[in-house]
């Protein structure tokens, strides 16, 4: 049978224009004032318009074309059985660092596919490469004026790149960051530090290379690569040392000195783990520039600090407030909760803070190593369901055990390796409580504060808000 050129509609949303059109799941947009769609993008500019010609073929088989009046850029109201409207494009390099080869076997088959799609990039924030994008590709995100794009640099030396990604056109690749540039185009760069390969020197060269594209080039974060214990026959990478991560921080370092001082951003930034690394303070929150790169793990320890400081801060002037009736049980609360060797330090640090102005609460903190993937991993986001399982088996858990949200599939109660909530629930015995990742949630969680208590907490800060603040957050 052949396949439909359109793109098939999944739902309709209740009183859309959609739905007056009289579409229904089943049917097909075909064209939009007759341009056939490749992808969700094209159908998101075409329809931003105040008239259109919508074609469409229903599920019957009949062909209709509606004229449809409307405001600008409001949405029709149809839902599409793919988001993006098209075929996810994989990955055609083979990284040195790749993530995805050091997977053990048998995991779920989405945990090993590679995408490098750089439509991803403007709807969820992934890191492409550039290497499958084609002429047309960069000209379309021109003329829609796509941006931010997101992209893994690596190095700006082509024969390295070329090396590093193990493509003969990773090199070249980098042209299009110039065209993006000319073409005023905002981008965030990524480099995947590489011990011995694309650090000194190169590193040097990379971060001076990428700050000429300032400011449409807005960010430049560095991470360690992460090594598991599933590398036979990949390329031979070292983990970073104290000394290596001190050498790396002094090029970055310096680097946002000069740069802060000729453009005022700070540019070029390290991952948390690099100051964990060198056992170095975690830099204040004016050094992040407003935490443009908090996904590559470049400031969240400071956010999380910070806002769980103020939460507490927050309680502390609701308690002694004449205008509300906010305050925290005072029944004694034992609870737990497990994170990753990254993170540990930071939330004793933050727990002990909390105990000390609610003594009645006591949180026993478990580290999780990560056998799973190797001991080198230490993000809470790598954890499985079998190694926590494992480790807290016996434990003292209290009332609950609370969790990150980032051990968890997105929207799903699942760990990595398929196991769920409800599995580890029946196995500890004990309620798990999943926290989101803000500092207020986190103190919330710990202290047990019920859902109408977070609304007193809001109403309480944005009533201690001067005028001018809230201008600057409207």
Same mark, same amino acid.
């Given at each position: 049978?052949?396949? /439909?050129?359109?793109?098939?509609?999944?739902?309709?949303?209740?009183?859309?224009?959609?739905?007056?059109?009289? !579409?229904?799941?089943?049917?097909?947009?075909?064209?939009?004032?007759?341009?056939?769609?490749?992808?969700?993008?094209?159908?998101?500019?075409?329809?931003?318009?105040?008239?259109?010609?919508?074609?469409?073929?229903?599920?019957?088989?009949?062909?209709?074309?509606?004229? =449809?009046?409307?405001?600008?850029?409001?949405?029709?109201?149809?839902?599409?059985?793919?988001?993006?409207?098209?075929?996810?494009?994989?990955?055609?390099?083979?990284?040195?660092?790749?993530?995805?080869?050091?997977?053990?076997?048998?995991?779920?088959?989405?945990?090993?596919?590679?995408?490098?799609?750089?439509?991803?990039?403007?709807?969820?924030?992934?890191?492409?490469?550039?290497?499958?994008?084609?002429?047309?590709?960069?000209?379309?995100?021109?003329?829609? /004026?796509?941006?931010?794009?997101?992209?893994?640099?690596?190095?700006?030396?082509?024969?390295?790149?070329?090396?590093?990604?193990?493509?003969?056109?990773?090199?070249?690749?980098?042209?299009?960051?110039?065209?993006?540039?000319?073409?005023?185009?905002?981008?965030?760069?990524?480099?995947?530090?590489?011990?011995?390969?694309?650090?000194?020197?190169?590193?040097?060269?990379? =971060?001076?290379?990428?700050?000429?594209?300032?400011?449409?080039?807005?960010?430049?974060?560095?991470?360690?690569?992460?090594?598991?214990?599933?590398?036979?026959?990949?390329?031979?990478?070292?983990?970073?040392?104290?000394?290596?991560?001190?050498?790396?921080?002094?090029?970055?370092?310096?680097?946002?000195?000069?740069?802060?001082?000729?453009?005022?951003?700070?540019?070029?930034?390290?991952?948390?783990?690099?100051?964990?690394?060198?056992?170095?303070? =975690?830099?204040?929150?004016?050094?992040?520039?407003?935490?443009?790169?908090?996904?590559?793990?470049?400031?969240?320890?400071?956010?999380?600090?910070?806002?769980?400081?103020?939460?507490?801060?927050?309680?502390?002037?609701?308690?002694?407030?004449?205008?509300?009736?906010?305050?925290?049980?005072?029944?004694?609360?034992?609870?737990?909760?497990?994170?990753?060797?990254?993170?540990?330090?930071?939330?004793? /640090?933050?727990?002990?803070?909390?105990?000390?102005?609610?003594?009645?609460?006591?949180?026993?903190?478990?580290?999780?190593?990560?056998?799973?993937?190797?001991?080198? =991993?230490? *993000?809470?986001?790598?954890?499985?369901?079998?190694?926590?399982?494992?480790?807290?088996?016996?434990?003292?858990?209290?009332?609950?055990?609370?969790?990150?949200?980032?051990?968890?599939?997105?929207?799903?109660?699942?760990?990595?390796?398929?196991?769920?909530?409800?599995?580890?629930?029946?196995?500890?015995?004990?309620?798990?409580?999943?926290? /989101?990742?803000?500092?207020?949630?986190?103190?919330?969680? *710990?202290?047990? !504060?019920?859902?109408?208590?977070?609304?007193?907490?809001?109403?309480?800060?944005?009533?201690?808000?001067?005028?001018?603040?809230?201008?600057?957050?409207?």
């Amino acid at each position: 049978m052949e396949k /439909k050129k359109g793109h098939l509609i999944a739902a309709i949303e209740p009183g859309s224009i959609a739905q007056e059109m009289e !579409l229904e799941a089943g049917d097909y947009v075909m064209a939009v004032n007759g341009q056939e769609l490749e992808d969700v993008f094209d159908y998101q500019f075409l329809i931003d318009d105040t008239y259109i010609e919508l074609t469409v073929q229903k599920a019957n088989g009949e062909e209709w074309l509606l004229e =449809i009046d409307k405001e600008y850029e409001e949405d029709l109201g149809i839902t599409f059985q793919s988001s993006l409207m098209s075929e996810y494009r994989s990955c055609t390099n083979k990284c040195i660092f790749c993530f995805i080869d050091q997977m053990p076997p048998g995991m779920r088959e989405t945990l090993y596919f590679k995408d490098d799609d750089s439509r991803l990039s403007f709807l969820q924030g992934n890191y492409v490469t550039l290497t499958n994008m084609k002429d047309k590709d960069i000209d379309r995100i021109i003329r829609y /004026k796509l941006a931010p794009i997101n992209i893994s640099v690596h190095t700006t030396n082509p024969q390295l790149r070329c090396q590093m990604l193990h493509n003969r056109f990773a090199g070249t690749a980098l042209e299009k960051i110039k065209k993006l540039y000319d073409a005023g185009i905002e981008m965030n760069g990524q480099i995947v530090l590489c011990k011995g390969i694309n650090d000194g020197e190169e590193l040097e060269r990379t =971060i001076s290379d990428l700050s000429r594209y300032l400011p449409y080039m807005e960010s430049l974060s560095v991470v360690p690569v992460g090594l598991t214990k599933y590398r036979d026959g990949l390329y031979p990478l070292e983990a970073f040392q104290k000394e290596d991560a001190e050498a790396a921080l002094a090029i970055i370092e310096r680097w946002q000195k000069r740069l802060y001082q000729r453009y005022g951003t700070h540019f070029v930034q390290a991952s948390d783990e690099f100051y964990i690394l060198a056992e170095r303070e =975690i830099p204040p929150a004016e050094q992040y520039d407003g935490y443009i790169q908090l996904e590559n793990g470049v400031g969240m320890v400071r956010l999380l600090l910070d806002e769980c400081r103020e939460a507490l801060e927050d309680l502390t002037s609701m308690e002694v407030s004449k205008d509300t009736s906010m305050d925290v049980s005072l029944e004694k609360r034992e609870i737990s909760l497990a994170t990753g060797k990254l993170a540990a330090p930071f939330l004793k /640090k933050i727990c002990a803070d909390i105990e000390k102005q609610y003594p009645h609460v006591h949180v026993n903190i478990y580290t999780i190593v990560n056998h799973f993937f190797g001991e080198e =991993i230490t *993000v809470a986001g790598l954890i499985t369901g079998q190694d926590l399982v494992e480790q807290l088996k016996g434990r003292k858990l209290g009332s609950e055990l609370l969790l990150s949200s980032v051990m968890f599939r997105s929207g799903e109660e699942v760990f990595l390796d398929d196991m769920t909530r409800d599995d580890a629930q029946i196995a500890l015995q004990v309620p798990i409580n999943i926290v /989101k990742s803000s500092g207020q949630d986190f103190v919330r969680a *710990v202290l047990g !504060l019920k859902e109408e208590h977070k609304e007193d907490m809001e109403k309480e800060k944005e009533k201690n808000h001067q005028p001018y603040e809230l201008e600057e957050l409207i």
